[in-house]
Every structure is written in structure tokens, then in C-alpha cells.
């Protein structure tokens, strides 16, 4: 491995020059540009790394790995995984943030083998492996794949004749879970069939993916038509495109339903609001856009709400109908946990 630094100054020049000691073949003329100048110029190059880091004034450049990255010197010193600054058994910080010098650069920057080290003002030592960095960058994270999500319509979907997953394969197996997810994560709605009528089995079902979310309805909720309830889902009318609990404080979606008096803004804001609305309501209700599905006993449909709104035309006889709602997080690391990069 060779590395080179190039941390004179110009008093330094001189005194090189007047020893002797310019190395050959560095014109003269360039003196000035590079050593006006506050950046550092660090080159490696070996077998196996192949790194380049420049020192400006606020940030370090490094370019590793195809990737340019740049790192904020306080993140650098924040993000430090030392035993002082880091527990790992935990995966919690032990530095106070707050007592990072906001104008803090490192006094040495130099690389052994893949690790990149950083000694600050106070002598404390700082390495990083350059995968690491590259996996933790802002710049890595823009490249960071993750499970595909399709913007579709009914066209689309029909034409792609997405599989529903069988109860027991999604209850027993990791491989019918894991499809499961992937259909979710890629339309916003996936099926599970043959699951046995029954709240029991539908809240089974849902445990296997998220903790069931406590709300007003109860843990699940399960209705038939009941004018008394005074709540239009628990009649047989229709309900236009929504998604639901838009009154709490971490609703999953839009409700025109359930929206409040607007009296927050003015006259004109208000009349934006409702140009805005009209908008979007004609493009939720545009034929191409809705998926009708019939559903029968035996068949649960999930639904995320951050993406897919649903509704239902009116209907006449007796009707039952279960669910719950899930935790986003849940979902999303049981998704990971098998895999996914959701």
C-alpha cells in the first residue's frame, strides 16, 4: 500500500526549497495553486483498496468503492463506534452529542488496510471501515436498493394475475409469508384464501406479520349493518374511495368523510383546498383507476393505506365483515427479517 499527503505549507516550502529537498519534476508555477488552497489530497492505492479522500474545511470527500461521498467532520465524530462513544452489545451512544465542538476537524486522516482513521484535537482515534462509509453515506443510501413498488391500475394488475397465498402456507412457511410481503410491498394490496371464516382465524392471520394496533373499534372489529352505530361503514350504503382513522393522530390516510370543519385557514386558502380536492377526487374515481373485487367468506384482503384507498358500492341482505388494523413498522421488519428491503 503507498499513500501520499501533501500538508505543507508555503513557510515549509521554502524551507524545503532552500534545502533541496522539491521533489523532481514538480514545476514551480504550481506551488501557489496547491497550497493556497485548505484542502488535503490523499491518494491509496493497493490490490485491494483502491481510496481517494480530499480534506476540505467543513466535510471530508472520499471516493471508494464508485461511490464520491461526502461526510460532515462533526458526523464523523458523532457517529464514532470507539467503546467510549459506542455501545455495541446495545447498539446505543454513549457520546453526548451535544458536547461535539460544532467547527471540529480532525488533526490526522490515514488509512490502514480498509479502515479509515480519524485522531481529532483531543487525541481521541476514530476508524471507520470504508464499507461501512459507503453503506451509511447519504450518497450510499440513494443507491440502496429497495423491494419494488409498481404504480398500477386495474389494467395493470389484472394483466399481472397476482397469486393469492393459501392460509397455511402463509401461517407454517416462511417462503408463503415472504410472497405474501412481496405482493403487498409491490401493489399495496395482497390476498390470503382459504382462511377458516372466523375472527379467531383472522386474527391469527394478522399476528403473523404485526402487532394488531388497539384503537377506538377495539382490537378487531367485527360488524354487520347497524344503523344505531351512527358511522356510515356500519351501514349498507356506499362508501366513496378512503382510508381510515383520519381523525387520529397517526392516521393511515384520507377520509372525505370523516374530515373536520375547515377553520384553520382563510377564505382564499380555503378555496385552493377545494380546487385541490376536486382534482383529486376526479382522479381517484377515473374507472381505470378502481379494482373491483367480490369478497367471500374465506378470503382476507390486506391493504396498506399509505397507498391504496378502498371503498364499496351499497348492498342489500345481511353482510358480516372482520379486521383490524396492523402497525406499518411491524409489517416493514417482518418484511425484513425474511429478507425483503422494504
Known amino acids: 500500500?503507498?499513500?501520499?499527503?501533501?500538508?505543507?505549507?508555503?513557510?515549509?516550502?521554502?524551507?524545503?526549497?532552500?534545502?533541496?529537498?522539491?521533489a523532481q519534476g514538480l514545476h514551480l508555477s504550481n506551488f501557489k495553486s496547491l497550497f493556497s488552497s485548505s484542502i488535503h489530497w490523499c491518494h491509496t492505492t493497493s490490490k485491494s483498496v483502491n481510496c481517494t479522500w480530499h480534506q476540505h474545511e467543513d466535510h471530508l470527500e472520499l471516493q471508494y468503492a464508485g461511490t464520491v461521498m461526502r461526510f460532515d467532520y462533526v458526523w464523523?465524530?458523532?457517529?464514532?463506534?470507539?467503546?467510549?462513544?459506542?455501545?455495541?452489545?446495545?447498539?446505543?451512544?454513549?457520546?453526548?452529542?451535544?458536547?461535539?465542538?460544532?467547527?471540529?476537524?480532525?488533526?490526522?486522516?490515514?488509512?490502514d488496510e480498509t479502515m479509515l482513521f480519524f485522531t481529532w484535537p483531543d487525541g481521541h482515534v476514530t476508524r471507520y471501515d470504508l464499507d461501512w462509509l459507503v453503506k451509511n453515506s447519504y450518497e450510499g443510501q440513494k443507491q440502496k436498493v429497495i423491494q419494488p413498488r409498481i404504480l398500477w391500475n386495474?389494467?395493470?394488475?389484472?394483466?399481472?394475475?397476482v397469486p393469492s397465498v393459501d392460509f397455511q402456507c402463509f401461517l407454517e412457511t416462511n417462503e408463503g409469508l415472504k410472497k405474501f410481503l412481496q405482493n403487498f410491498l409491490l401493489y399495496g394490496i395482497a390476498f390470503v384464501e382459504n382462511v377458516p371464516p372466523t375472527e379467531e382465524h383472522t386474527e391469527k392471520?394478522?399476528?403473523?406479520?404485526?402487532?394488531?394496533?388497539?384503537?377506538?373499534?377495539?382490537?378487531?372489529?367485527?360488524?354487520t349493518s347497524d344503523f344505531s352505530r351512527g358511522d356510515t361503514a356500519?351501514?349498507?350504503?356506499?362508501?366513496?374511495r378512503h382510508t381510515d382513522t383520519t381523525y387520529f393522530q397517526e392516521p393511515c390516510g384520507y377520509n372525505n368523510y370523516d374530515r373536520a370543519v375547515i377553520n384553520t385557514v382563510p377564505y382564499d386558502v380555503v378555496h385552493r383546498w377545494y380546487t385541490a380536492h376536486r382534482t383529486l377526487t376526479t382522479e381517484l374515481r377515473r374507472p381505470e383507476n378502481e379494482l373491483w373485487v367480490k369478497l367471500k367468506p374465506g378470503k382476507v384482503l390486506f391493504i396498506d393505506n399509505w397507498r391504496v384507498l378502498h371503498g364499496r358500492e351499497s348492498?342489500?341482505?345481511?353482510?358480516?365483515?372482520?379486521?383490524?388494523y396492523l402497525t406499518r413498522d411491524d409489517v416493514l421488519n417482518t418484511a425484513r427479517l425474511l429478507g425483503l428491503h422494504a
Open 1 to 22: 500500500m503507498w499513500y501520499h499527503k501533501l500538508l505543507h505549507q508555503q513557510s515549509r516550502l521554502r524551507n524545503l526549497m532552500k534545502r533541496g529537498n522539491i
Open 315 to 324: 348492498f342489500t341482505g345481511y353482510r358480516q365483515l372482520c379486521g383490524c
Open 205 to 223: 392471520l394478522a399476528e403473523r406479520i404485526s402487532l394488531i394496533r388497539e384503537t377506538i373499534y377495539g382490537r378487531m372489529w367485527y360488524f
Open 76 to 111: 464523523l465524530r458523532d457517529h464514532c463506534r470507539s467503546a467510549s462513544c459506542y455501545n455495541s452489545k446495545t447498539h446505543q451512544r454513549s457520546l453526548d452529542t451535544a458536547s461535539v465542538d460544532l467547527c471540529i476537524k480532525p488533526k490526522t486522516v490515514h488509512l
Open 234 to 240: 356500519y351501514t349498507k350504503l356506499a362508501l366513496d
Open 154 to 161: 386495474s389494467k395493470l394488475y389484472q394483466q399481472a394475475q
